[in-house]
Nanobody, 121 residues
Framework: QVQLVESGGGLVQPGGSLRLSCAAS????????MAWYRQAPGKQRELVAH??????????NYADSVKGRFIISRDNAKNTVYLQMNSLKPEDTAVYYC????????????WGQGTQVTVSS
């Protein structure tokens, strides 16, 4: 059973940057699909970024709303998935979660506590 713990959220001004981390326990290296999701107040949880790892090659995919601003990556040596968020906008304000995913980015594991990101001046 893989457990995931998100961290790195906080309050940032518009245009600023944050890097979120998702630390995994268990057999992280065997998980081919990981993803970041977010849930804003009053809205459904949505897929933000998805990374597929095949034979040491990573294939990232992004929601249109964050494409060009966010970067998903993973470090198997540290059992960690990252989400680098640049040029943040107020509409990026949400609780961010990581999870195991299927090839389409559909979450397949249990949810952690998430990490709050607030973009405001």
């Amino acid at each position: 059973q893989v457990q995931l713990v998100e961290s790195g959220g906080g309050l940032v001004q518009p245009g600023g940057s944050l890097r979120l981390s998702c630390a995994a326990s268990g057999s992280f290296f065997s998980i081919n699909h990981m993803a970041w999701y977010r849930q804003a107040p009053g809205k459904q949880r949505e897929l933000v970024a998805h990374i597929t790892s095949i034979r040491s090659t990573n294939y990232p995919n992004y929601a249109d709303s964050v494409k060009g601003r966010f970067i998903i990556s993973r470090d198997n040596a540290k059992n960690t998935v990252y989400l680098q968020m640049n040029s943040l906008k107020p509409e990026d304000t949400a609780v961010y979660y990581c999870n195991r995913a299927d090839p389409r980015g559909t979450p397949v594991g249990s949810w952690g506590q998430g990490t709050q990101v607030t973009v405001s001046s």
